[in-house]
């Protein structure tokens, strides 16, 4: 087995134990490991939601080739303990808080609209049949991961539309929770969306801007977020 996954095995393992009394709302099973992972309420300020202390696992372990592995995992395990502030600050976190914003700013540039680029799908209008269908494809084409995920392993097949937070039923642009914490983007557009997703959950590489596959999985979400929304769509 190689190296990362073991690191994934480790992460998955950390994750389903933070999780052992909270009602899951996410089922994600990757080769051969299954998981349970919960969304908090957005809205409960009860601190992190267990989705950003996944998120900020997930980041101490990308840390950690930068920093050394084990400060990455005591890093990790404090947060996951509910002990991050005290434990944290105690151990002079200054400097590993300032490489965490380079790191945050540096992922930012590959999921973020580069400049000069006009997206060829709308956000506000219809879409059209063909480029739905095509996005809808890629929805279940675990080709697209490193990890054997498709979009729809974690976000529903047939229309279940699950895995979403209550953000979703906000027209694009909006506010979302994984791409504020783990990116520092304070709202994101469907194809800067679709982006995160292929960088965090899918770890893969970003899609190319203006590609065919982002620009097709791109208005395809639009249309599946008027339908989580509960307005009308084209689906
Ligand atoms: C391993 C699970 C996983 C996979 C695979 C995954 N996502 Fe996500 N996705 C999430 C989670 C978790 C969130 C919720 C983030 C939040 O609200 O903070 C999310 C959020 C989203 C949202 C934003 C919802 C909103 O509030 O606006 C979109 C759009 C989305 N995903 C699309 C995709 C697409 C497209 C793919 C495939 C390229 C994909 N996701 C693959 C886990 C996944």
Known sequence: MSHDNDKRH??????GRQLACTAPVLVLAAA???????MENESSDSGP???SLFLSSAHAEAQGEVEGEAQAEAEAEA???GEAEGEAEGEGEGEAEGEAEAAKADSREAVKRPEGYTPVYSEDGANDASLLAQGEA????????SNGLACASCHGSDGEDVGYQATFEQPFPHRVAMADSR???????????VQVCMVAPMEAEPLGWGSEALTSLAAYMVEVQRRFAGES???
């Open 10 to 15: 480790r992460l998955l393992g950390r994750l």
């Open 32 to 38: 051969g490991v299954s998981l349970q992972a919960t």
């Open 49 to 51: 939601s267990t989705l």
């Open 79 to 81: 947060q996951s303990e």
């Open 138 to 145: 890629l929805y279940y084409d675990d080709s697209l991961s």
């Open 183 to 193: 990116f520092g983007m304070p709202e994101v557009h469907a194809d800067e969306m």
């Open 233 to 235: 769509h084209d689906l």
